[in-house]
């Protein structure tokens, strides 16, 4: 065993991860070279030996103005091989669909990935609601209803560790949003479902309800504007929500449940 490589070896991993969540966090619009390295902290140069290694292996393309890059052909390759996933998908993207002809609303599936939420499908218009709407598109946990739905049913310790972290990411926003996000959570956890009625984005409202599964890691989320999520009308919303991500598990298989909710 050669000394050294262990320690030089884990961190190029390292790197190569940091990288690759970078990329995840922008699905849509990816990263220059500079903006990916300063994003990393650390050198261009450094970044752009790790990008060559993982241009080569199908992990990210570089593609579009400016040579952006975004994650590679090798990731939905990969997650087809993640036992349930495939029906989840499929799960997820008919409920939604389903959710919007019957609301006239978007409606949107999100997973937990650690203190963030990740878009999985999008059913509906999202024109004039203010929202991140592609898949693989993610924001801090606390950040939209379908999150706090979320964060609401974790055990207490993860919970606080949830909101410690959000807090410190969100903070830019400002004291009073940073009490807001607080007091939505609190008021998730007393009725069980979450909602908003202009505190994320004015005008807009939004309800979500997490799946019933042993584990909270997902939801389903309904957003549009007051006349169409009447504030007095949430409750049945969100126990349309309900039934409608009970069928979602009964398709994928509740123990089959492809994600942990981990980072």
Same mark, same amino acid.
């Given at each position: 065993?050669?000394?050294?490589?262990?320690?030089?070896?884990?961190?190029?991993?390292?790197?190569?991860?940091?990288?690759?969540?970078?990329?995840?966090?922008?699905?849509?619009?990816?990263?220059?070279?500079? #903006?990916?390295?300063?994003?990393?902290?650390? !050198? !261009?140069?450094?970044?752009?030996?790790?990008?060559?290694?993982?241009?080569?292996? @199908?992990?990210?393309?570089?593609?579009?103005?400016?040579?952006?890059?975004?994650? #590679?052909?090798?990731?939905?390759?990969?997650?087809?091989?993640?036992?349930?996933?495939?029906?989840? %998908?499929?799960?997820? !993207?008919?409920?939604?669909?389903?959710?919007?002809?019957?609301?006239?609303?978007?409606?949107?599936?999100?997973?937990?990935? #650690?203190?963030?939420?990740?878009?999985?499908?999008?059913?509906?218009?999202?024109?004039?609601?203010?929202?991140?709407? @592609?898949?693989?598109?993610?924001?801090?946990?606390?950040?939209?209803?379908?999150?706090?739905?979320?964060?609401?049913?974790?055990?207490?310790?993860?919970?606080?560790?949830? %909101?410690?972290?959000?807090?410190?990411?969100?903070?830019?926003? @400002?004291?009073?949003?940073?009490?807001?996000?607080?007091?939505?959570?609190?008021?998730?956890?007393?009725?069980?479902?979450?909602?908003?009625? @202009?505190?994320?984005?004015?005008?807009?409202?939004?309800?979500?309800?997490?799946?019933?599964?042993?584990?909270?890691?997902?939801?389903?989320? %309904?957003?549009?504007?007051?006349?169409?999520?009447?504030?007095?009308?949430?409750?049945?919303?969100?126990?349309?929500?309900?039934?409608?991500?009970?069928?979602?598990?009964?398709?994928?298989?509740?123990?089959?449940?492809?994600?942990? #909710?981990?980072?």
């Amino acid at each position: 065993m050669r000394t050294g490589c262990s320690k030089d070896g884990t961190q190029s991993i390292e790197r190569a991860v940091a990288l690759l969540r970078l990329l995840a966090g922008r699905a849509q619009t990816g990263y220059t070279l500079s #903006g990916l390295a300063e994003a990393a902290g650390i !050198k !261009k140069t450094t970044a752009h030996r790790v990008l060559a290694r993982l241009l080569h292996e @199908g992990l990210v393309q570089r593609s579009g103005e400016g040579q952006r890059y975004r994650l #590679g052909s090798f990731f939905p390759e990969v997650a087809l091989g993640i036992p349930g996933y495939a029906a989840f %998908l499929s799960a997820s !993207k008919q409920v939604a669909d389903q959710l919007a002809a019957a609301t006239a609303c978007a409606a949107v599936v999100y997973l937990r990935a #650690g203190t963030e939420s990740v878009v999985v499908v999008c059913g509906g218009s999202s024109k004039g609601t203010g929202m991140l709407t @592609g898949p693989g598109d993610r924001r801090p946990l606390l950040a939209s209803s379908g999150g706090v739905a979320i964060a609401a049913r974790l055990p207490v310790e993860e919970q606080a560790m949830v %909101l410690s972290a959000n807090l410190e990411a969100l903070k830019s926003r @400002g004291e009073a949003r940073m009490t807001t996000i607080q007091e939505m959570l609190t008021r998730a956890r007393e009725y069980g479902y979450a909602w908003s009625v @202009g505190e994320f984005v004015s005008g807009v409202h939004a309800v979500a309800q997490v799946l019933p599964s042993s584990r909270p890691v997902a939801s389903l989320s %309904l957003i549009g504007p007051p006349a169409r999520l009447q504030h007095g009308r949430l409750p049945q919303f969100a126990a349309l929500l309900e039934e409608r991500g009970q069928w979602l598990l009964t398709q994928t298989g509740a123990e089959a449940f492809p994600f942990s #909710g981990g980072a």
